[in-house]
């Protein structure tokens, strides 16, 4: 029998990960003063061994040994030749993905949330904060902390809070704290709450919430943790990609499309970077990252400065952004609900290296629950943007003749999501696209701010 | 690195189920006649070519290949060293798993889903009806359903269905319909309303119902599937022990003890059969089956001749069993909560070639918890007491000084079942003992009831 994933030995896991900064530069970030944000800085929000590895510009950097002996619980990660969904797409397009849904919590999250962890501990942290929307990330930091023994605490999207009980159980039971945001903890979260008793919140509040938790705690044992967006994030994913790399190579295969779902950017990027740099090397090959009409970070709002959140605490970020008010329409089922996108991410796409698309809700569902009835696993929301451009890539293919190679990121399983399956299967749930004029409104807010100089970034 | 996990490559997956009727005898099913029923009797229910694998004695049974390809999604399945749960432990015993988490539904039931649903369709039946009570088997049939165009219908346990809306989402998601059993769509369930139209419903009435709805279709083109019990059943699960097999030789090992949680038999079947044959060949090896102290049907129930299901549309089986109309008490949170225990490992407990264990539910969930925060996977409520007796065996061992190979059955992750965490973690859940009392008043029906003769099954 013809294997059906191709198995990376444990020998040969990638001992380092890929820095894209070494390739590629970036406008620094701003502090309060509208000047460059010097590391120190970050210092109270950060340990400063994390900080170092955010402002690096090395090409490779080590992975610690107790970073991959956690990851060795489920990595080398397989890649796996989508057979059934190609013969039901009837698409000469060769279909490969990275599956990262078989990590403890079922996403790539725990890729970053160990080395974070881990970085902690050793910088003798005690105590991690985070925030969390859907419950993904704050599933697997609570699990990365409890592999080195730190307290986490999680502050969690009041509406997601509500709608996923399942998700706090998960947290705790790692031994992790899940509380609402806005909560009454935090000056942020009151005001929040101040404002109106009754905010679903959202994900920009809860990230101040967890910024001001870590950076008020005087005892100097707390650190704030943050996802995906920043440059370090970015980097532990990108064994994802290196991983990919030795697999094709295993099988003669090399990519003519790269493929992922962007949220805040680290899922595509753990898949993408690595083939940026051969790209930049000279290698014919599209990548693409791909959101949801609902939050169009990428496809179609400006290249700023703005705030990682939304009580401005965080320095200014040159990067895609609607705005650090903004929050999607809750009529958007699924993740990737994030005002901006990684730098890295944001100066790829400026630079046109990389070739953002947008799809819409009712495609990324439709095209989950063709995987779901011939790949077998449900897929998270958040891969079903993913799947919903590799449909129209494979199509593309098929109409073209050509026996493309496709490579896309599988972000996780969607076990814990499922209410979106529910209203798409009931026909309840519609199509959603941000509208001028509210991109306008959530836009605005850009107009003091300093602008991002138009780097030439090799 | 070490490498964690056994990886068995593709094309040494097993080809071939090991039946376990070619080295141990059974009493034969009783008809209503209370004589041997003929296979023939079962058409209605199952198609012939499942009830001639039923009945079979033939030693190695091929698998087909559209079923290994199916299979393939997520096999070979690996063998992990749960090398930071013995640390905590402090054990000198090596502890391997077979992990069944990773077939897209999450447990081990897709091993035999898969080829039910590819003979059904062989067959030409078109439709399959089942039972599921926390939900495992009827999400892996769904999933199997999907994979070869078949409709499937589930009669989910009332208070599942309620307390569990995931679980319906995950089968429509694959294709198949979820409905709450009782049910008014069958006299079973209609019975079982007029007598109590509050009640929680129970896998007996399910599975009544589920029968009915099959052998009532007069075209002929519905079956039933029942995901344990049935000697075909632990035949298709043999594969993890088969592949465990491979894998300990790869390293150099053989098991002192084999472990897995035992409610109607099949993943503790599916692990132990394969080296119950080198027991009765010779070897050392101490096997136990695990269950919960609330549901204790091997270690102090009768072995007698019982209904499967609580209206007695089923033949009389040989088997351990609490009586057909037993329900556990619903302070028991977790599954294995079925009355009854396949007539292979029923036997194999009466003739002492397997030794039963049972655990209590507390006991359960803090070896549960314990794993999550050291080897990482939330495990399923079921997989929770297999591991309180690999606890207790690690303990011995340490107490001994004695390096022994322990080997056990992880049946899958608790993704889908966070609600008993959630009540171990904030102290709600409490241990529970079947009282002497009611199991007297559960058994009582046997009076009347053939008794199954006392086989030297060899």
New interface residues.
Partial sequence: ?????V?L???Q?PRQWYNILADIKLNPPLGPDGKPLQPEALAPVFPMNLIEQEVSSQRWIDIP?PV???L???RPGVLTRADRFEKALGTPARIYFKYEG???P?SHKPNTAIPQAYYNKVFGIENITTETGAGQWGSALA?AC??FGLNCKVFMVRISFDQK??R???M????GQCIASPSTETRAGQAALDKDPDTPGSLGIAISEAVEAAVGDTSGKTRYSLGSVLNHVMLHQTIIGLEAQKQLAMINEYPDIIIGCAGGGSNFAGLAFPFIQDKINGKAIEIYPVEPKACPTLTRSPFVYDHGDTARYTPLLPMHSLGHAFVPAPIHAGGLRYHGMAPTVSQLAHEGIITPQSVSQVDAYKAG?LW??T????PAPETNNALAQVVIEAQKAKEEGKEKVIVFSFSGHG??D??G??KF?SGKLSDYELSDDDMAKSTAVFADFPKPQDLNSR
């Fill in positions: 029998m013809k294997a059906k994933s198995i030995p444990a020998d896991m040994e991959l002996d956690v060795s619980i489920w078989a990590s403890p079922g699990f409890s592999q009980p399942y706090k159980a998960m705790e039971a790692w031994g629950v779901a009835r790949e077998g696993v449900i076990l814990l499922l209410t399956y529910e299967l």
